[in-house]
């Protein structure tokens, strides 16, 4: 019977492995859609009907190219830190909490946590390997932008858990039946919501990869394969933020096709907020992180610590 439960699970992640590499195919699809009505244009409108095959004729295109690499570049590490990038990407979302027989297990937001610092170091690792000066730029600036904006996501994750006294994902459903948890913190949504933008290397805090000053940064020496494996990645963390911003804050009902518009509304506000917004100073990004988000975060989790004892006196 336990074989049978462990194929049932190997089963269930290669199927939802599968649906976020389609559902990355068509978020780039959405994405050159939505810049091209934005900037008054159609967008890919070529490729089959209305461009709907563009993300498989890309994939075909960047996967049958010839990879080359750097003659002084430090060739092992430079070939597996793409990989190990989305490799890290899609186990993100094992975590993700399905009502059924999967890996529902009770410390998902301390895995969400673990994973996605880990995802650091393949960037770093890739913008070093590369040998190339633009390309460790980009590398280390994206170090210190995740590092500085997991400071305050993670505030933020305490804030909640402390109000739900666990760290089971699937509890967030249990606890917004009656009322969203947006509607008593707005402003750590908002602050949640950037934070991921940062996280996830996004216009406006897309400094890893500037390309007005460097090249497009940590990716640099990347073509091919290689580079369609770090572009994938980036795509799965826009997916897996948008999913975890619709399970904390806008009720986590998965059973319902409404979780999944509220998912693909939140990536149409990444998409948007590109199409819209103008790069930031590095510095300015910094000083958000450190100065504006870090104060606000930690008064709301001592806020949230005031009222969960509070609640505790007042039942006893």
Not at 8 to 16: D, G, K, P, T
Not at 163 to 191: C, E, G, H, R, T
Not at 239 to 246: H, K, N, V
């Amino acid at each position: 019977m336990f074989f049978k439960d462990v194929i049932l699970v190997l089963v269930s992640m290669l199927i939802l492995i599968i649906c976020v590499l389609v559902g990355v195919a068509f978020l780039t699809l959405l994405e050159r859609k939505v810049l091209g009505y934005i900037q008054i244009r159609k967008g890919p409108n070529k490729v089959g009907f209305l461009g709907i095959p563009q993300p498989f004729s890309d994939a075909i295109k960047l996967f049958t190219k010839e990879q080359v690499y750097p003659l002084m570049s430090n060739y092992y590490i430079y070939y597996f830190a793409p990989i190990v990038n989305l490799f890290l990407a899609l186990l993100l979302w094992m975590c993700m909490p399905f009502i059924s027989s999967f890996l529902n297990f009770n410390f998902g937001i301390l895995f969400f946590l673990c994973c996605s610092s880990l995802g650091v170091y393949t960037i770093m690792i890739a913008g070093w390997s590369s040998n190339s000066n633009y390309a460790m730029l980009g590398g280390l600036r994206s170090v210190a932008q995740t590092i500085s904006y997991e400071v305050s996501l993670a505030l933020i994750l305490m804030s909640f858990l402390i109000l739900i006294s666990s760290l089971n994902m699937l509890d967030f459903y249990k606890y917004q039946v009656y009322m969203w948890l947006l509607f008593i913190s707005l402003p750590l949504a908002m602050i949640w919501f950037v934070s991921s933008l940062a996280e996830t290397n996004r216009t406006p805090f897309d400094f890893a990869e500037g390309e007005s000053e460097l090249v497009s940064g940590f990716n640099v020496e990347y073509s091919a394969g290689g580079f369609a494996l770090i572009f994938m990645a980036e795509y799965a963390n826009i997916l897996f933020m948008s999913m975890l911003f619709s399970l904390i804050f806008l009720g986590a009902d998965i059973l319902s096709w409404f979780y999944f518009l509220k998912l693909v509304f939140i990536s149409f506000v990444f998409i948007w907020v590109r199409g819209t917004l103008p790069r930031y100073r590095y510095d300015k990004l910094m000083y958000l992180a450190w100065k504006s988000f870090l104060p606000v975060a930690l008064n709301f989790l001592m806020f949230f610590i005031g009222l969960k004892m509070l609640i505790f006196v007042l039942l006893i």
